[in-house]
């Protein structure tokens, strides 16, 4: 996994998980993928060492992965958009409607 693909997988990750996490894991994972600070950024700012801020990122990610392994809603997520959009390639109106309904339950 390139670094590209990890960011936009840890990012839909927490999209999905962020709520479960701890209060300094959303702060630290927040700071370094959204604000795009740096480890030793995030360590000043928290009065904390470089390597405590490192240690939180990865559990974070351990984190992530073992809620996606146990409850999976990333990946029932992309399922069910694979799912619409092979549908909607049938051009039918009924199915177009109803997939624009489903996707407006989520």
């Keep these: 996994m390139d670094i590209l693909e990890k960011k936009t997988f840890y990012n839909n990750l927490f999209d999905y998980y962020s709520m ?4 300094k894991q959303r702060m630290y994972f ?11 950024e995030i360590a000043s700012i928290h009065n904390v060492s470089r390597s405590a801020v490192h240690e939180q990122i990865q559990k974070t990610y351990v984190s992530l992965e073992h809620y996606e392994e146990k409850l999976g809603l990333l990946d029932k997520d992309n399922k069910r958009n694979e799912l619409y959009e092979e ?3 049938r051009n039918n109106p ?4 109803l997939i624009e309904k489903l996707k407006n339950l989520e």
């Design 94 to 97: 009924e199915i177009m409607e």
């Design 20 to 23: 479960l996490l701890t209060d």
């Design 30 to 40: 927040q700071a370094y993928y959204f604000d795009d600070l740096s480890l030793q």
């Design 87 to 89: 549908y909607l390639d």
